[in-house]
T-cell receptor, first 113, second 112 residues
């Protein structure tokens, strides 16, 4: 059972365009993280959002956590070729002091120069 | 540098043979994780550890076992490798009070 669904699964756009990637679940998470993964490497954390409705910005990337803490979005403004990669969202569930991370299916983003 | 090293990085093995993947960390992470990554499935948790000799199952633990005899090392064993276990395996670690998970570079396993 995949708790987190990401859309779109693949996205290819021209340099300079804007885009939004979505991460949706029926589960409530204590926090949600976004990662970027380059080919041949492990995922690298971009941001953690904790509070429902929270918005965080990382240069041209804007991350939002849904009010009910079940979903999140990643918006990229004026995309650049360096943004190309696999973007993964991950929901954190805390259980008796232990935390588990459940990853989404991923969005493979390609920015065309 | 996440301080997490996986070995081997690439391995081809035959069906039915046991395989052990090693994860070594130098950051004193308390929590350690083994994930597998497959197209269309993202990263799925196999097993995790919340301390030395304390481990628990993830969502896809069948056919896998783990051991953590010291903080630095977390081993993943495929007891009898099958073709369905062909995948990329990632080890990850997290500190006691941190929310950042650091990943290793991955181990590519092919079972023929």
């Amino acid at each position: 059972t995949q708790l987190l669904e990401q859309s779109p699964q693949f996205l290819s756009i021209q340099e300079g365009e804007n885009l939004t990637v979505y991460c949706n679940s029926s589960s409530v998470f204590s926090s949600l993280q976004w990662y970027r993964q380059e080919p041949g490497e492990g995922p690298v954390l971009l941001v953690t959002v904790v509070t429902g409705g929270e918005v965080k910005k990382l240069k041209r990337l804007t991350f939002q956590f849904g009010d009910a803490r079940k979903d999140s979005s990643l918006h990229i403004t004026a995309a650049q070729p360096g943004d190309t990669g696999l973007y993964l969202c991950a929901g954190v569930i805390s259980n008796f002091g232990n935390e588990k991370l459940t990853f989404g299916t991923g969005t493979r983003l390609t920015i065309i120069p | 540098d996440a301080g997490i090293t996986q070995s081997p990085r690439h391995k081809v093995t035959e069906t039915g043979t046991p395989v052990t993947l090693r994860c070594h960390q130098t950051e004193n992470h308390r929590y350690m994780y083994w994930y597998r990554q497959d197209p269309g499935h993202g990263l799925r948790l196999i097993h995790y550890s919340y301390g030395v000799k304390d481990t628990d199952k993830g969502e896809v633990s069948d056919g896998y076992s783990v051991s953590r005899s010291k903080t630095e090392d977390f081993l993943l064993t495929l007891e009898s490798a099958t073709s369905s276990q062909t995948s990329v395996y990632f080890c990850a670690g997290r500190g006691l009070n941190g929310n950042t998970i650091y990943f290793g570079e991955g181990s590519w396993l092919t079972v023929v």
